[in-house]
């Protein structure tokens, strides 16, 4: 159902005080225009730099003789009336605090008026969230943002307005998609002002600004991604599914029954390839990426953590078919269990709405989240509905490692059958891919500082000289895999290798011990 629906449905059924959230001030006007011709009632629109106008349903708008700048002698006006009508009251968040308590009482006394005459309040403020006096007697109603149809009409008034050619390009508008109407004019503006027209040409350019506009908001980030699934090495298992889960997208598989994938977990040893996994699943499929920060989402106002969750997943519906990445849940759900206590259940509240939009949303957004550490993620997130499936991601066994050497020496111009990969392989045992990646790059180092062309020796030092994660984190490699050996699926075919034994005397330096005589023990000869 619409926005307009919404609206429309919750006055016929008498409704008194209405609450549109939303930054686009010209399509919520829209709406409520739209209500006006349709209920046959007069409209006036309040704000605080204009006071009270009379608007026509062509839009036009006219000043009162009598309008206000001081909102509660606009409340007193509507609540005093003998009028019927509809008010719209645009940008009223400023005064929907605890402090305004007077304000609060007129607005609840305007939730109680009878049906006759009929009188209509709407209040239209940026981002959701009402004071508690207010929440259990006005309905809010959140705008979506803008679709190909409004994208279009935004395309064709910014192509009037600047004098040039539009043609009605899909990629072009699916290029704006999840911006709003003043974003998507603005970049439609800032394209036709460097090309002189608005056509396919202009795909690059509004995507661009896309990206710099999400990048904004400093929840989302728009992640170009150049990854192919041949960069990532092994994950044979995980591969297969992804393809079967890819095709999913494609047509006719609403119509054979299936469901948009919704997402997997990737969990895993650090270094292991999840995060290049998401930027290659978003390549492969041609969709785009978004990174979710999950640490960014938390504002010291109050309802701005609520109210940030809401605009990252709307964003990321407007841009369906797409790739939502979550690096390391596990750390924006720290904290979910004591929320009560140290924050006022903000963080409670803000996983809530993650993980039941990620349960119900219907549109097909690909969430694909990573996590190191099982014991900080909650139950809840693990549970069947949320993710398609739990995936493990392993140290690459010896056949993984030479695939992984040979993928990054191509990457430096470099023939990987120069090189004994296979010893490279064999001395290399519980290293990640993210450290055979780093020995290539430090033993490129070492042969420039020598003068001399890589050889597997630069590689084979590199490797000797470091000291993988795998020895400092063996208890807790030991116990993901014996997690996912009943909870999750292995992302390889081949079983995991058994981590190098240690010779604890040899790897654990100790503090040098002497017996010293203390002189101060009681009864001690001296």
């Known amino acids: 159902m619409s926005t307009y629906d919404h609206l429309l449905h919750l006055s016929r059924a008498g409704a008194p005080l209405l609450h549109i959230a939303s930054y686009e001030w010209e399509r919520v006007r829209g709406q ?60 009223f968040h400023p005064f929907l605090r605890e402090e305004h308590h007077q304000l609060l009482r007129w607005l609840r006394e305007i939730a109680r008026l009878p049906t006759s005459p009929r009188k209509i309040v709407v209040l239209s403020t940026p981002l959701p969230g009402l004071p508690m006096d207010l929440r259990k007697e006005i309905p809010t109603i959140e705008l979506e943002l803008p679709g190909v149809k409004d994208l279009r009409v935004v395309l064709r008034d910014a192509a009037t307005a600047l004098g040039v050619r539009a043609s009605d390009d899909d990629a072009l508008l699916d290029a704006a998609r999840g911006l709003t109407v003043m974003e998507a004019r603005l970049a ?40 192919r699934m041949t960069d990532v090495g092994g994950l ?9 889960r890819g095709r999913a997208f494609g047509a ?25 996994l998401a930027k290659a699943i978003a390549a492969t499929w041609q969709f785009p990426l ?67 939009w990620m349960q119900e949303k219907k549109d097909p957004v690909f969430v694909v989240a990573t ?62 891919g993210a450290e055979l990646e780093e020995a290539v790059r430090e033993g490129l180092y070492d042969a420039f500082a020598e003068g001399r062309e890589l050889h597997s020796d630069h590689i084979a030092r590199a490797l000797d000289k470091t000291f993988p994660l795998s020895r400092t984190m063996r208890d807790q490699i030991d116990s993901l895999r014996r997690w996912a050996k009943v909870r999750a699926r292995l992302a390889a075919s081949e079983p995991p ?15 040098r011990q002497e017996t010293t005589r203390n002189p101060f023990i009681p009864g001690a000869r001296s």
């Open 290 to 356: 978004l990174r979710f920060d999950m640490g960014k989402v938390f504002g010291g106002i109050v309802g701005q953590s609520e109210g940030n969750i809401r605009t990252a997943l709307q964003v990321a519906q407007a841009l369906a078919p797409c790739v939502l990445w979550i690096d390391e849940i596990e750390k924006g759900l720290a904290g979910m269990g004591s929320s009560d206590q140290t924050d006022g259940g903000t963080t409670a509240r803000v996983v809530g709405t993650l993980l039941t």
């Open 252 to 276: 006719g598989a609403r119509d054979f029954g299936l469901d948009a994938p919704k997402g997997v977990l990737l969990l895993g040893v650090q270094g292991c390839g999840k995060s290049l």
């Open 497 to 511: 290798e058994a981590l190098p034994q240690e010779n604890p005397e040899a790897s654990a330096p100790r503090l």
């Open 371 to 432: 996590a190191n550490r099982i014991d900080m993620l909650p139950p809840e997130l693990l549970r069947k509905g949320r993710f398609d499936e739990i995936f493990f991601v392993d140290l690459p066994t010896r056949a993984i490692r030479e695939e992984i050497l040979s993928i990054h020496l191509k990457k430096k111009r470099r023939d990987p059958r120069d090189f004994a990969l296979a010893d490279l392989a064999a001395r290399s045992v519980g290293f990640s």
């Open 188 to 227: 439609f503006g800032k394209a036709a002002a460097e090309l002189g027209r608005l056509d396919h040409g202009a795909v690059p350019l509004v995507a661009q600004e896309k990206e710099r506009i999400i990048k904004q908001s400093e929840v989302l980030e728009y992640y170009p991604t150049d990854a």
């Open 32 to 91: 409520v225009i739209g209500l006006s011709g349709a209920l046959d009632l007069p409209l006036k629109i309040w704000s605080q730099s204009t006071g009270l106008l009379t608007c026509n349903k062509d839009g036009e708008v006219r000043t009162e003789d009598d309008a206000g700048l001081d909102p509660l002698e606009a409340l007193r006006q509507i609540h005093g009336s003998s009028e019927a009508g509809i008010w719209l009251l645009e940008d």
């Open 236 to 244: 044979d298992q995980l591969k297969e599914w992804l393809d079967r």
